[in-house]
């Protein structure tokens, strides 16, 4: 079942920061933040993850609150090929199962020009 | 490095036929994950294999789905007698097994039609 809960969709000037937040409040202690996107008729992309410190890579910026019960990715100059289904993930680690990786609905997210 | 592989692309069939869907993951990634996606929606974890076996199967419908990974390498997955309700897009995914930083590479997925 998903942990996250994200806004169904937003929109956001091209060139502009898109700040997209994610509500995770049941994560336990050791489990990971992740986000994908997903463009029309592709599988999910990776973008960037973190467990409680702000991560950056080239792509995105990760915000993880102190108590890590939410969080927000920024896409610090959004462009018209941005535009795509954002997924917020934690990622459960079971000693029997390993890695998971639980999708909720996503934020669908509209970029301008 | 190669990515996940998936086949075919697009499938349309009529219902109570029968049909596979062919995942090779990435080269070494022994945790293969089977999703549905049906449209507007997140995509749902279907099946989960470690290696050549089945650690989670929960939402796996499986009076009509079957899967298999033979070997700990490609995974076939299939749905007999198909339901309308089965058209969805199939993801297949693939990770290393252990590693804080692993992440699970998604493949191109299969357009599945039920008419």
């Known amino acids: 079942d998903a942990k996250t809960t994200q806004p169904p969709s937003m929109d956001c000037a091209e060139g502009r920061a898109a700040n997209l937040p994610c509500n995770h409040s049941t994560i336990s202690g050791n489990e990971y933040v992740y986000w994908y996107r997903q463009i029309h008729s592709q599988g999910p992309q990776y973008i960037i993850h973190?467990?409680?410190n702000n991560e950056t890579n080239e792509m995105a910026s990760l915000i993880i609150t102190e108590d890590r019960k939410s969080s927000t990715l920024i896409l610090p100059h959004a462009t018209l090929r941005d535009t795509a289904v954002y997924y917020c993930?934690?990622?459960?680690?079971?000693?029997?199962?390993?890695?998971?990786?639980?999708f909720g609905t996503g934020t669908s997210l509209t970029v301008i020009p | 490095e190669a990515g996940v592989a998936q086949s075919p692309r697009y499938k349309i069939i009529e219902k109570r036929q029968s049909v596979a869907f062919w995942c090779n993951p990435i080269?070494?990634?022994?945790?293969l994950y089977w999703y549905q996606q049906i449209l507007g929606q997140g995509p749902k974890l279907l099946i989960q294999f470690q290696n050549n076996g089945v650690v989670d199967d929960s939402q796996l419908p499986k009076d009509r789905f079957s899967a298999e990974r033979l070997k700990g390498v490609d995974s076939t997955l299939k749905i007999q007698p198909a339901k309308l309700e089965d058209s969805a897009v199939y993801l297949c995914a693939s990770s290393p097994l252990r590693g804080m930083n692993t992440e699970a590479f998604f493949g191109q997925g299969t357009r599945l039609t039920v008419v």
């Open positions: 973190g467990l409680k």
């Open positions: 993930i934690v990622r459960v680690v079971d000693a029997n199962t390993g890695n998971q990786f639980y």
């Open positions: 080269s070494g990634h022994a945790t």
